[in-house]
């Protein structure tokens, strides 16, 4: 398994999300996992619960919105049914124990870390549990933007995702069952987006925003750093 994120080799990789709820994914990182998607990557979507306990009464509904909102941003999606409200860090790093030892990811995606008071209880056990396997298994790990109480999310990347916006809201149009719920607006879903475009100091355009938990560069990285310099220094040595 490769243990560090290569952002220089467009082979094919896998990225692994690990969300509580479907509708999870597409708000904070639609744009981001479409963009993976065109560049060749796997993109796969774990979902811990079903949504039988969501405000659809019609189990099966939430696969079949994902299933349609996965048609768009090119992924595949993985559902577990794991009861909303009431799972556990264990039952959650069984789950993702058991997709990483499937899929070998390169990169995991999952909830920012957030006290429960602020936000979704499934929300932070499911981000304590991933945190926890994807460290001991030295696996790269974002976290993604709450969609409402930013309190303690400290983004220190983030993706442009101004080409594939559509996208993006269209996905999160699938959802037609959360369709009623306050941060699934459309103007929220701009906003938002065009909240980090002016967190960077730019004017138009639409991004996404993570909060990179672990990454580091190996050996090589410096090597091929100072490779670049020794040529620099000795053009300019030679007067080049
Ligand atoms: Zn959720």
New binding site residues.
């Given amino acids: 398994m490769n243990n560090h994120l290569d952002y220089n080799n467009f082979g094919q990789r896998t990225v692994l999300t690990i969300?509580?709820?479907a509708?999870?994914e597409v708000l904070p990182a639609a744009g981001t996992l479409s963009l993976m998607s065109k560049a060749g990557w796997n993109v796969l979507c774990l979902i811990l619960t079903d949504g039988s306990l969501s405000s659809s009464s019609i189990k099966g509904t939430r696969h079949q919105e994902a299933d349609a909102a996965g048609k768009i941003i090119g992924a595949n999606y993985e559902f577990h049914a794991l009861e909303e409200c009431n799972f556990s860090t264990q039952a959650v790093i069984k789950v993702a124990e058991e997709a990483i030892g499937r899929w070998h990811p390169d990169l995991i995606i999952t909830?920012a870390p957030q006290p429960e008071k602020y936000g979704?209880r499934?929300?932070e056990v499911c981000a304590i549990a991933v945190s926890n396997v994807a460290t001991r298994k030295n696996i790269p790990l974002w976290y993604s933007a709450p969609?409402v109480f930013l309190r303690d999310f400290e983004p220190n990347f983030f993706v442009d995702i101004t080409s594939v916006i559509q996208e993006k809201v269209a996905a999160i149009g699938c959802y037609e069952s959360e369709a009623n719920k306050a941060f699934m607006q459309l103007d929220a879903i701009l906003i938002l987006s065009r909240f980090w475009a002016r967190e960077l100091g730019h004017k138009d355009g639409y991004f996404e925003a993570f909060e990179i938990s672990r990454q580091w560069v190996d050996a090589s990285f410096f090597t091929a750093i100072a490779n670049s310099n020794k040529q620099v220094i000795k053009q300019d040595w030679l007067g080049i």
């Fill in positions: 969300y509580a709820h509708d999870d909830h979704h499934d929300h969609p």
